[in-house]
């Protein structure tokens, strides 16, 4: 009896793992079909222990994620004084990010973030008499498309400098980041602020990074190194220099700065007589998962309809 239903139970769980599954895992990794099929199927269609899986195996070329950003709308930047803040307010569709009624109630809305502690307070917070949450609803009525604040970010330092990604306006794009500085000039927070878009580090430095992330990319290097058959000796020695490797690619100071990589970020900054202090960097719809429908489902819906 136990043979059987264990038979059943597997192939369950294979016909579980779908074809948009496989071609997602495919894309986010470069792995192989059979390979993304095989991953899915040892982790229970858990995505992201699938893409450890493929690392330890040896057989993602990267543990990026696809189609986490989706949502559209725009980021804006604005910096009074030794203070900055970055806003972002989503939409439905791209198209209203580029219609100049959004553009003016993001801008506003960025204003009135300078004085705000978080987005509730944002929310509650005066626009020429009238709320930011209730400016939000009228635009949502006039332009027929649902909106909101999601996320707001405020930076102090003595000298602070803004930057904007794609720009579809002054002062808000798809990517807006700011840096804060003691020292240097504008030149420099720009370059530094435009590596920070490009780049996107994980923290200002390796006391700043999130030290489960750190632990989950040790164990994936350890997982790597053991499949290699070497001895735990050898092995401990290798994690040493990859961990090394890692804090540096993911840390802002540490990482190669995209002007001149022959320099660290940090030393092209004492170069230019700057020491930075703290950053912040938004993306229009980082992290937000999209729903997403298998295409065959989605033909036989055209189809019907």
Do not use: C
Not at 83 to 97: H, L, P, Q
Not at 205 to 216: H, I, N, P, T
Request: hydrophobic share 45%; no cysteine.
């Amino acid at each position: 009896m136990t043979a059987p239903f264990q038979h059943i139970h597997k192939e369950n769980l294979e016909m579980a793992i779908t074809a948009s599954m496989v071609k997602e895992l495919r894309d986010s990794t470069g792995a192989g079909m059979m390979d993304a099929k095989k991953a899915l199927t040892e982790n229970n269609g858990d995505m992201d222990a699938a893409v450890d899986w493929l690392r330890t195996k040896g057989l993602a070329k990267a543990a990026k994620k696809s189609g986490r950003t989706a949502a559209e709308g725009l980021v804006a930047v604005v910096v009074e004084g030794n203070k900055g803040v970055a806003v972002e307010v989503n939409s439905e569709t791209d198209f209203v990010g580029k219609n100049a009624e959004f553009q003016d109630m993001v801008s506003g809305i960025a204003k009135a973030a300078l004085n705000a502690a978080d987005v509730d307070a944002l929310l509650a917070a005066d626009m020429g008499g009238k709320s930011v949450a209730d400016t939000l609803t009228d635009k949502i009525a006039t332009i027929g498309e649902n909106m909101a604040v999601r996320r707001m970010q405020t930076l102090e330092g003595e000298t602070v400098v803004s930057y904007v990604h794609n720009a579809a306006a002054a002062g808000m794009g798809k990517i807006g980041v700011l840096v804060a500085m003691n020292g240097g000039d504008e030149a420099i927070g720009k370059q530094i602020a435009m590596h920070i878009a490009a780049v996107n580090p994980a923290a200002l430095s390796e006391a700043d990074l999130d030290a489960s992330v750190v632990e989950k990319e040790k164990q994936v290097q350890m997982d790597i190194a053991r499949e290699s058959g070497k001895p735990e000796q050898v092995i401990e020695k290798m994690i040493v220099g990859r961990m090394k490797k890692f804090v540096a690619e993911s840390t802002l100071l540490n990482q190669q700065f995209v002007v001149n990589p022959d320099l660290t970020v940090e030393a092209a900054a004492k170069a230019a007589g700057a020491t930075i202090t703290g950053f912040v960097r938004l993306e229009v719809g980082e992290g937000i998962e999209v729903e997403k429908e298998d295409f065959a489902a989605e033909v036989a819906k055209a189809v019907q309809g």
